[in-house]
C-alpha cells in the first residue's frame, strides 16, 4: 500500500484500547510513521549525582527535556547513556 493509501492511527486512550486494537487490526493498512521510539527503564537505580551547574544550562536542560516530553533527570540520563556508548 502507498503512504498516502494507508489510514491514520485511531485515539487510544487507555492500555486495554491499544491492545485490543492491536490484537484485531491489521497495521500493514495504517500509517506507523507517526511512532516515536519508546524508552522503557528496567535496571534498578540506586547511585545520585549531584552537581553544580550554570543556572542558564539547567534551564536549557529543561526546556529541551519538556520539547522531548520527559523529566529533566531521565532526559540528563539519557544523555549519559548515549554519550558513554559511543565508541
Do not use: H
Amino acid at each position: 500500500m502507498k503512504k498516502a493509501e494507508l489510514k491514520q492511527m485511531p485515539p487510544l486512550t487507555s492500555d486495554e484500547e491499544a491492545e485490543r486494537f492491536v490484537e484485531e487490526a491489521d497495521l500493514s493498512e495504517y500509517d506507523l510513521s507517526v511512532f516515536k521510539p519508546m524508552r522503557f527503564e528496567f535496571a534498578k537505580k540506586s547511585a545520585v549525582l549531584n552537581m553544580r551547574i550554570p543556572p542558564k544550562l539547567l534551564e536549557a536542560v529543561r526546556r529541551k527535556a519538556q520539547s522531548k516530553g520527559m523529566p529533566v533527570t531521565r532526559y540528563v540520563r539519557m544523555l549519559m547513556e548515549e554519550d558513554v556508548s559511543r565508541q
